[in-house]
């Protein structure tokens, strides 16, 4: 895959700490924001008492998924989570009907869970920084489409939606696509579209997006791709090999800076790679 030479490079593997100073904070956009009050993060209530009780509560799955959503909540913002909008798309997502009823209890773990077909699910985390990253960085030019690579069992899409007037999710393992819409029934997501076909193939074709958030890894990223980002338009992904980061690239707003892509590498991160052609 060809280098991406026009990117200014900057490296920041710190925890997502944008505040009133950092000039980044300022790169908001205008949609998918306030749903929650800008400090309720800091008001997750913890009740440690409580939500064990509720966990063993086996005639009542509904309440213990709730309480261990929220201790998952809470151990996000104990992480540096910190965007408003990210924790309440997660706070609106049952992570337990993503995964295989033996890993249930696991559902809101800390933790990569396998989904099958040799793929895992993120971990909360990961899912938590990539679309904190891309709001934080957006710009207020930007629409309303973003595009995620890698649907895998549908959760981070489902928690795209959230956040995004429009998702559109592209999986390669005709599998797990029919898994993510099986998985996906019952949340009634209409602003969310899953695709079977080769990810950069389909964005190739299908551009611009506001938005892209790879769920698997690239070596390099394709110049290709990024030429499907919209100006001021945000890219997410796992780059590099053997050491892989999450790497954010900003198209600039407006010409000739829309031609120039800005580049910033973070946390390590372990993701499956991409791999060309659908799988049937
Ligand atoms: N976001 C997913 C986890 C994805 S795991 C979730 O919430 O469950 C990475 C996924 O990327 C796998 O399902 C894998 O099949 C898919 N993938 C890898 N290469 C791809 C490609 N070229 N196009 C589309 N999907 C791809």
Known sequence: MARVPPLNRRSNPGKDTAGPDDPLSRLQPRWGRSVLKADSAATVKR?????????????????????????????????GISDASVLDAIAKVPRHVFVDDALAS??????????GFQQTLSQPYIVARSLSLALRLGSSLAGGLALEIGTGCGYQAAVMSHLFPTTVSVERIEGLHTLARRNLADLARPNLHLVLADGLEWAALNGPFDWIILAAGLTDIPQGLLRQLRYGGVLVAPVGWP?????????????????????????LVQFVPIVKGVQR
Do not use: C, H, W
């Open 243 to 267: 050491e892989q980061r999450l790497v954010a690239v900003r198209r600039g707003d407006t010409e000739p800076q829309a031609s120039e892509f800005e580049r910033e590498d973070f946390d």
């Open 106 to 115: 696991r559902a809101y773990e800390d933790t990569a869970l396998p989904i």
């Open 47 to 79: 009740r440690p008492d409580l939500e064990r009780a509720l966990v063993d509560n086996s005639k009542n799955p509904g309440l213990a998924s709730d309480a261990m959503r929220q201790r998952m909540l809470g151990r996000l913002t104990e992480q």
